[in-house]
């Protein structure tokens, strides 16, 4: 039966605790974008990035997954693991990880307004000024490239492979060469993507950044809790983005953060989040700083979402299990797993490919509307189009399934339109290799936050099946 309440794509949920850090901040007059609230997330965030998992769990030890129902096996968490509440300040023995990666003793975390000013940072960390080139990751949500423009720079675009769909290792090293040879200039930075949460092929890539000596970002936006052999996404490079964002893991309404190499790059991100004022008794600035530090009100929603990180990241897991399963009966309908052991995703927004020659119910009538109100993360104003057709879009059928849903009271989504096909990036260097385009044209995300049920999953899988003809 249609549900009443529509199964919305994802949407953090609350622990019950944030009111508490709220009212504290209130009881003691810290609204400010500054106090306790800040501080406090800001360190249980440096516990959790720097955190690793229990042998056994780390997925790697694992056996290879040899089809699609064991993929479930790689995961780092199982099904006794869920759903718990965990404090994650507490000495708890029943946590899913333990403190104290000595490899990441010395990162730190800088909580900021929003993700995409926690990218916007990590440029300016790194030294990217007007001019220069910043290679990053084709197939993402706009906010990855975007900062690289607002500080002059131009993004130059490195498509996908197809295991985790992030950047392609190989693809990355050509794209540096053909960029040194055509500028006589090493792109200043490499932004490397966690797409949906899937961990990128990390190790690979940072071989590349370290060979040619340029700093590597990453954003995890969408990765928070998502593992690459243990250790946690986002802390591989120089500089890791977090998002909190109302549709991610975990939320303070609105607000991102960075993770920094250390105690002097956290200093730095933090003059430059705070107008980057100069040490005078009155206001004298060098630098052009920004006004980027998260309030202390939404830090206090942050702590108490920081109680229930793990069980979101468990639910979202047990939920792919379920698609999994689901799926692997279906043809012509392919989840997209963990593809080796070492990944383990957090699997932020589950994902499906459909085959081109699957037909959908009302597949004739597809892209005969246009988008008339801003729905979703990205709510706002849209500028209304004539025309629902671009040179690139999703297959008729992937459309058609998308209205089939919405019908049913499900929201779903296409796959992020690749930055190398987005006219305000026409003039970009790209280095393609078809990846992200094919799996634009056949990609969709499904329900898959903590307001999703195990009965929402079924429904869910019930219409896609009742869809195809
Ligand atoms: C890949 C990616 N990067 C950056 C961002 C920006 O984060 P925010 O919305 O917090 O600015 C988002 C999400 O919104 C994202 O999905």
């Not at 901040?25 to 974008?33: G, H, Q």
């Not at 030294?127 to 949500?141: H, N, R, W």
């Not at 229930?308 to 299990?321: K, Q, S, T």
């Amino acid at each position: 039966m249609k549900p009443e309440k529509r199964i919305i794509l994802c949407l953090a949920h609350m622990s019950g605790n944030e009111q508490k850090y709220i009212k504290e901040a209130f009881d003691t007059n810290w609204v400010v974008p500054l106090g306790p609230n800040v501080n406090g997330f800001e360190e249980d965030l440096k516990r959790f990035v720097a955190s690793t998992v229990p042998s056994g769990r780390r997925g790697e030890s694992q056996p290879e997954k040899t089809d699609k129902r064991d993929a479930c096996a790689v995961r780092d968490f199982s099904e006794e693991d869920y759903p718990q509440s965990i404090e994650p300040h507490e000495n708890n023995p029943e946590r899913l990880w333990q403190e104290g990666d000595e490899r990441l003793k010395d990162k730190q975390v800088v909580a900021l307004a929003s993700g995409t000013a926690a990218v916007h940072l990590s440029l300016v960390g790194v030294g990217v000024e007007a001019g220069d080139e910043v290679i990053c990751q084709s197939f993402t949500f706009c906010a990855s490239s975007h900062p690289v423009t607002y500080l002059g720079a131009k993004p130059v675009f490195v498509d996908s492979e197809r295991d985790t769909w992030n950047m392609d290792p190989e693809l990355l090293e050509t794209a540096i060469k053909d960029r040194v040879k055509k500028t006589g200039k090493k792109p200043k930075a490499i932004i490397v993507v966690y797409l949906y949460g899937m961990p990128a092929k990390i190790e690979a890539i940072k071989a590349v950044a370290d060979k040619y000596d340029i700093p590597l970002i990453e954003d995890a936006a969408e990765g928070l809790g998502s593992r690459y052999r243990g250790q946690v996404c986002g802390t591989f490079g120089e500089y890791g983005v977090l998002s909190f964002n109302g549709n991610k893991m975990i939320t303070t309404s609105g607000g991102g953060a960075l993770i920094c190499p250390d105690e002097a790059a956290r200093n730095n991100i933090m003059f430059y989040a705070t107008q980057a004022r100069e040490g005078y008794p009155y206001y004298q600035h060098e630098k052009i700083g920004y006004n980027y530090r998260l309030s202390n009100i939404c830090a206090g929603i942050g702590r108490g979402q920081m109680t229930v990180l793990d069980e979101h990241i468990a639910h979202h897991r047990h939920l792919a299990r379920l698609y999994a399963e689901a799926f692997a009966e279906v043809d012509g309908i392919t989840f997209h797993d963990n593809p080796s052991p070492e990944m383990s995703s957090n699997f932020w927004l589950n994902t499906i490919t459909i085959d081109p020659k699957l037909s959908i119910k009302g597949q004739e009538n597809a892209y005969k509307s246009t988008v008339k109100s801003a729905v979703g993360g990205a709510a706002g104003v849209i500028h209304f189009v004539d025309s629902a057709h671009t040179d690139c879009e999703p297959n008729a059928n992937v459309e058609a399934l998308r209205v089939w849903l919405d019908g049913a009271n499900i929201e779903s989504r296409p796959l992020w339109k690749p930055m190398h096909k987005q006219p305000c990036y026409k003039d970009c260097a790209a280095y393609t290799n078809g990846v992200s385009e094919e799996l634009f044209k056949i990609g969709m995300c499904l329900p898959s936050g903590p307001l999703v049920t195990d009965e929402d999953v079924a429904y869910i899988v019930k219409s896609i099946k009742e869809a195809i003809v």
